[in-house]
Nanobody, 125 residues
Framework: EVQLVESGGGLVQPGGSLRLSCTASGFTFSSYAMSWVRQAPGKGLEWVSAINKGGGDTTYVDSVKGRFTIYRDNAKNTAYLQMNSLKPEDTAVYYC??????????????????WGNGTLVTVSS
């Protein structure tokens, strides 16, 4: 059974940092691209970032570029999202998703076959 478990969310002040983790099980983690998607309160899903299976190819939505970094440790079956210089508009539930391919393309929801339950990030003073 495929499982994706996010952790690391919480309350942080504007300008602060958080690191989200996504621990995967039930599939060969190193064979697939992974992605992060978020949903702000009362809004729709927003694609945030993606990384290919080897970790060498990444892409980001423009609003987080230069502030967020996606990376992965295939030995630990874990993907990460390092979030720096957080802004109130980053407040959202962040979901880790597995892609059923290794294509990294900005804004691409195609192939997201499994999702975690999400972790809440609140940026507020």
């Amino acid at each position: 059974e495929v499982q994706l478990v996010e952790s690391g969310g919480g309350l942080v002040q504007p300008g602060g940092s958080l690191r989200l983790s996504c621990t995967a099980s039930g599939f060969t983690f190193s064979s697939y691209a992974m992605s992060w998607v978020r949903q702000a309160p009362g809004k729709g899903l927003e694609w945030v970032s993606a990384i290919n299976k080897g970790g060498g190819d990444t892409t980001y939505v423009d609003s987080v570029k230069g502030r967020f970094t996606i990376y992965r440790d295939n030995a630990k079956n874990t993907a990460y999202l390092q979030m720096n210089s957080l802004k109130p508009e980053d407040t959202a539930v962040y979901y880790c998703t597995k892609l059923n391919h290794n294509i990294v393309r900005r804004g691409n929801f195609i192939g997201m076959d499994y999702w975690g339950n999400g972790t809440l990030v609140t940026v507020s003073s």
